[in-house]
């Protein structure tokens, strides 16, 4: 049974945009902390940004100023701009309690 849902994943070049989003079937996603995660053939998973039910959110450095975390009714969003190659990678979401999405693709063209 999948639990969280991605959405918004795709091909984009690089200065480009993209908007992923999360469900998680199982709870209100205010009420815990969300993260996004990414992973890049041949690397490990490495944290992206979190927003916490509180509201705070943090970054990684590689990201900061350019992707934004944010809750959306029951979707938890990140919003993806001035996209970069080094951004390729798949993105899974993360909920409270080790819950995990079955990622979705980004792939940003030189």
């Known amino acids: 049974q999948v639990r969280l849902a991605e959405s918004g994943g795709g091909l984009v070049q690089a200065g480009g945009s993209l908007r992923l989003s999360c469900v998680d079937s199982g709870r209100v996603v205010s009420t815990t902390t969300m993260a996004w995660y990414r992973q890049a053939p041949g690397k490990q998973r490495e944290f992206v940004e979190r927003?916490?039910?509180?509201?705070t959110t943090s970054y990684a450095d590689s990201v900061k100023g350019r992707f934004t975390i944010s809750r959306d009714g029951v979707k938890v969003v990140l919003q993806m701009n001035s996209l970069k190659p080094e951004d390729t990678a798949g993105y899974y979401c993360?909920?409270?309690?080790?819950?995990w999405g079955q990622g979705t693709q980004v792939t940003v063209s030189s």
């Open positions: 927003i916490r039910s509180s509201c």
């Open positions: 993360y909920s409270g309690g080790n819950f």
